[in-house]
T-cell receptor, first 112, second 115 residues
Framework: DVKVTQSSRYLVKRTGEKVFLECVQDMDHENMFWYRQDPGLGLRLIYFSYDVKMKEKGDIPEGYSVSREKKERFSLILESASTNQTSMYLC???????????FGPGTRLTVT | AQSVTQLGSHVSVSEGALVLLRCNYSSSVPPYLFWYVQYPNQGLQLLLKYTTGATLVKGINGFEAEFKKSETSFHLTKPSAHMSDAAEYFCAVSVQMDSNYQLIWGAGTKLIIKP
């Protein structure tokens, strides 16, 4: 079974803090994704990575950065958290040549 | 640009009734189509997918979906709703961007089951 884990289920941070969200997958997948999910908006892609040290901007990268130093780990960084970044963050992975993405349980981030 | 439209942000059905969740897509090439389900406070789980071949696709938990190219639709159905089906359902289409495939997502439909 593919397993994608995220470091926290719930997180509360203050405005201006630097926030790290970690994602680890155990299936040797090349591709990894970070989405944010907001009611009525579905999933919006923030960043994705198709290989170690590679990253590509998604639809809403502003205010975020990512890091992929190891194949199994993909980190999302909020350099200076703002209240409009309060959201559910979902990590996913996908094998090269496959179409299916596997999701972690999500991190609900609240920025106060 | 590719897009996915899910009709109805909320759908309410009685337990035992037919479930029908609608999904329409725009795609200039033959699409790969997916339905994912998200139970409360969980990540997304693949329900079923259409890539090639038979247009009627069966998934987990008794759900199925039919790809209709002429209608650019991929509606999700289940003959008899169960309380445990209460969740949010997302339709997605796979598109190729450069050398990678990305998913374009619908906004989601929350399925409410009435006892």
């Amino acid at each position: 079974d593919v397993k994608v884990t995220q470091s926290s289920r719930y997180l509360v941070k203050r405005t201006g803090e630097k926030v790290f969200l970690e994602c680890v997958q155990d299936m040797d997948h090349e591709n990894m994704f970070w989405y944010r999910q907001d009611p009525g908006l579905g999933l919006r892609l923030i960043y994705f990575s198709y290989d170690v040290k590679m990253k590509e901007k998604g639809d809403i990268p502003e205010g975020y950065s990512v890091s992929r130093e190891k194949k199994e780990r993909f980190s999302l960084i909020l350099e200076s958290a703002s209240t409009n970044q309060t959201s559910m963050y979902l990590c996913a992975s996908r094998a090269r040549g496959s179409y299916e993405q596997y999701f972690g349980p999500g991190t609900r981030l609240t920025v106060t | 640009a590719q897009s996915v439209t899910q009709l109805g942000s909320h759908v309410s059905v009685s337990e035992g009734a037919l479930v029908l969740l609608r999904c329409n897509y725009s795609s200039s090439v033959p699409p790969y189509l997916f339905w994912y389900v998200q139970y409360p406070n969980q990540g997304l789980q693949l329900l079923l997918k259409y890539t090639t071949g038979a247009t009627l696709v069966k998934g987990i938990n008794g759900f199925e979906a039919e790809f209709k190219k002429s209608e650019t639709s991929f509606h999700l159905t289940k003959p008899s709703a169960h309380m445990s089906d209460a969740a949010e359902y997302f339709c997605a289409v796979s598109v190729q961007m450069d050398s990678n495939y990305q998913l374009i997502w619908g906004a989601g439909t929350k399925l409410i089951i009435k006892p």
